[in-house]
């Protein structure tokens, strides 16, 4: 199913090349071109309509600043990323302070772009409260962690990494995708690590049932361990 997004954008050759992109990547746009028409749609509309918004900041009658201010003040998590020529570190930091999930500078790579839309997409997405493979277990939303009935001490870095991968069990997942899942918005999060939280899981998961295999040159698997014949 398409992902439903809202872009608002005033630059028309931009906007009809961003459109273009998008929706080659499976993402179903919706253009808006200047502050105040974003605004009442995002008033109007219910709040799971769009999954994920990207709002200019440089817009006619009022700017990507306002437009994110009057939407949180509505109490709406809708996460926001946020397009935008300035790159003073100013800029960024009203921009969090404002609510926002993420940003990108012009010019930047399409590739990029449709990433980072991912990310927050997956990120806002609901997840079960109970993750199970082998014998571990985690309970989401009480942030516990056991194998078998036995309690597993994770820190919170540990934690994150272990949900990502247990959530994609059976799948491989890079570096980098592992980052943009668990990484907040601004924070600075390393490949080397990743690398170090998932050598720490390794050796907390002994006995657990499951393992994480290195896939060179992709990333990691989690997945169950064949169980001994009696």
């Known amino acids: 199913m398409p992902l439903p997004l809202l872009l608002v954008e005033d ?16 993402m179903a746009v919706e253009l808006v071109c ?3 028409a974003a605004d009442a749609l995002l008033q109007a509309c219910a709040p ?17 600043f306002e437009v994110l201010r009057r939407l949180r003040a509505r109490g709406a998590t809708t996460p ?3 397009l935008t020529a300035r790159d003073a570190v100013e800029d960024r930091v009203r921009g ?21 839309i991912r990310a927050l997409a997956r990120r806002a997405a609901p997840a079960p409260d109970q993750l199970v493979l082998g014998r571990l277990s985690l309970d989401t939303a009480a942030r516990r962690a056991r194998i078998d009935h036995r309690a597993l001490e994770l820190s919170v870095r540990e934690w994150s990494v272990l949900e ?6 059976g799948r491989v997942v890079s570096k980098q995708q592992i980052i943009d899942a668990i990484a907040p918005w601004g924070e600075d999060l390393t490949q080397n690590a990743v690398e170090v939280y998932v050598s720490r899981l390794r050796l907390k998961l002994d006995g ?10 992709f990333g990691y698997l989690l997945e169950a361990q064949a169980q001994p014949q009696p």
């Open 34 to 36: 200047d502050g105040l």
């Open 96 to 116: 969090l302070e404002a609510g926002a999930d993420d940003y990108l500078v012009k010019p930047f790579a399409s590739a990029e772009l449709v990433a980072r």
């Open 80 to 82: 926001v990323l946020l």
């Open 208 to 217: 657990a049932g499951v393992a994480i295999r290195t896939i060179r040159g």
């Open 164 to 169: 990502h991968l247990l959530q994609h069990a």
């Open 11 to 26: 630059d028309a050759v931009l906007a009809d090349g961003l459109v273009r992109t998008l929706q080659s990547h499976d």
């Open 48 to 64: 799971a309509r769009f999954v994920v918004l990207v709002l200019d900041l440089g817009l006619p009658r009022i700017d990507g």
